[in-house]
Structures are given as structure tokens and as C-alpha cells.
């Protein structure tokens, strides 16, 4: 997935058009910046490729979320599922905005089962955020018709899952908001950045406004312009941006190498008997960032994973262990540990969240998960196959004999 694994002469010219202005900040300054306007030109480009009618580029990922929930309005006790398998920035945007993080179960999709999200549902729902971990999506059509008839908000999280699709469209454009981040580990990456789209003109002016201290953009004279509502800042520098820019145009060509990569390992690894790959709703297509698949049980899983480290298979996940992926380790939500004292409906709202998730827990501790770099050479990716087709099995091997 990483798209720093790209970095080359694309990206240095882009920020060398800005070095070369001094004009590091998106908004001002016109009569020194040579017509250069990365953040700009990154929302275009980005709303082209997403096909989507707006795009606001934020400082990252989380700040992403935050201007996404925040431009739809969400506040002090409201209530926002999100799935048990996600990474932490879900929890902190929403509770960023003192809103309730509810957790939910995921199935096979390894996002929201979206029989667990109804059975969550109540007066202080308000949006129901499925992250598409991993390259896959969650069963959209289905959390759609849900929302529909609940009258909630779909915010898909598609950080890890840019270039999938579903049902032709581009993942984060099947809800009302979708976002993305361009941290330094994800599938094209600005440093840090990240972007909220959306074809709902409010958001789009909202988002705006509030990622940049709610200024109204209106004018050419910064310090004249009005507020007409509270925001933060949530900007990107033109650094980061100029970064973006290079990247965006190298995504076709990365998702297509992911493609093939992923398409190899998991050839192989669909010939070992005992190995099931993660359910990919029908009309979806991955982005290909991760080959996720499960072993019959836990302890197979665990013994797996620890084979394919001896046989030096480097960036293999076990996501079931992880701090930062999985509720099992986020002790500092569900207790909460704050370094400051939390708004009342959040402390409250917290409480909804219990500490036992076993349709997660089914589906999680059986799943390993191998990062798909776009680096490796053709050799190398045989290898790696032949490798990881290897070492399941012997797993599985291992455990039968021992087990009979
Ligand atoms: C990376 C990531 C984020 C946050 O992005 P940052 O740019 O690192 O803040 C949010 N959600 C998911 C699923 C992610 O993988």
C-alpha cells in the first residue's frame, strides 16, 4: 500500500515549484505565489479522480474525519457507530467533537455487520461510519438502505481503500461523505494529508470554512473576511500538498501493481486447503492493499503468523493482538483515560460501549493479514507466494498431526 515506496522526481519538482515562490500556506498571499496552488489543484485533481463534485484536502486523515462529522453537524452526544476493527482516529474524531464513539460488530466483510449497527440504533444515532480496512468494503447497499430508512448519515472511513470500488463508484463516494488519508504508510501518501469529499454542496462550504478557522473565503482581503460559524485548523501547507499532487498521478499505476502482486499471493494461497479469504461484497472490488484471509481457528492464526515471520515474511499482520487496530487494546476508550476531564454526555455515552464483541472476536483472531508493496520485483513476489503457500501450510500441517 505504501505510496512512499513511489517517491521520486515527480514529487521534488512539485515542492520545488513551491520552495521556489516561499508561499508555504494555501490561502493569501497571490502576488507572490507564481500562480501556484497546490492544495487547490490537489482538490481538483481529487475530485476528478473520485468522481465526486468536492473535495476539501485537510491536514490528515483524522483532521478528514473531524471536518466530516463537524460540517454534518454532529455534536455533544450524538452517537456514531463505528466498527470494532478500525484504527484509532475513528474514536478520536468522533469524540473530538464530544460525540459518542458506539462501537459495533463486524462480520466477514471485517467491517459493520449491519444487523449488529440496527440493533444499535437509537434517538441519538446519528451516523453509522463503516471503515474500509484493509482495501474492502463494507455491504453498502445494505448500511445505505439503513441509514435511508433511520434517517442517519453513511460517513464512509476509506483511508486504507482508495481505488476500490463498489457497484462501479468510487469507495467514498456511496455515502454522504467519504475520507481519506494521505499519511506517510497509505496507498499515495502528501507526508501527511488527507481529503473529505462529498456531492453535497452544504458540506463542501461548510468543510471549507471550518478546517480554516470558519473564514468564509470570501474576498481577496484574509483579515477582512467574515465567520460565520466556530472552526479549527485543520489546513494542509502547500508542502504537503505539492506532494499530493505528484502522488494522485501515480495512483493508477500503484493500484494496478497491487493488483498484480495481491493476485499472485493469493494464487497461491487459495491452493492450501483450510484458507478462506475475507468476504468482498457482492459488486465490490478491492483496492488490493492487503490479502486478507482466515485460518480455521485462533490458534492456527497465532501459529501462522508466527511461521511466516520465521520464514521471513516481513509485513504480516495479526491484527487481533494489535493497540491500534482492534478494541481488545483500547483500554484509554473504554475506560476512558483523558489527561483532561471529558463533556458529561461523552462519559455517559461511553457506557453504551460493553468490552465483549464476539462476532468480531470470531472473525479477527482467525484473520492474518500481508501488506502488498509495490516495490517488490516479479522474483520477489514469486518467492514471497511460494513462501506464504509454504508456511500456511505447514502451519496447518502442524496443527492436524498434533491435534489427532
Ligand atoms: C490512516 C487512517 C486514518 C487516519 O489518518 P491519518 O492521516 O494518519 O490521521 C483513519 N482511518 C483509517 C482507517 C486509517 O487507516
Redesign the pocket.
Known sequence: MPGFEFFGEEEKKEVQDVLDSGVLMRYGFDAMRNGHHKAKELEIAFAKTMQCDYTQVVS????A?TVALATAGIGAGDEVIIPTF??V??FEAVIALGAVPVLCDIDDTLTLKPEAVEALITSKTKVVMP?H?CGSMADLDVLNKLCKKHKLLLIE?A??AIGGTYNGKQLGTLGDIG?F???YV?TITCG???AMITNSKTFADRAHMYQDHGHDHVGTDRGAESHPFLGYNYRISELNAAVGIAQLKKLPAILDIQKKHYTILRDALAAVPGVEFRRVPEGGVESYAFLNFFLPNEDLARNTHKELGKAGIDAAFYWYDNNWHYYKKWEHLLTPMSLGKLPNELQEGLKRNTSSYPNSDQWMSRTVSCLIKGSWTKEEVETRAKKLAQSVSKSLEEYHSTSI
Not at 490528515?60 to 483532521?63: F, K, M, N, P, V
Request: hydrophobic share 30%.
Open positions: 490528515s486523515g483524522t483532521a474525519l478500525t484504527f482516529a475513528s471503515v480496512m472511513d483511508c486504507q475520507t488519508s494521505f499519511d497509505k501527511e494529508g488527507g
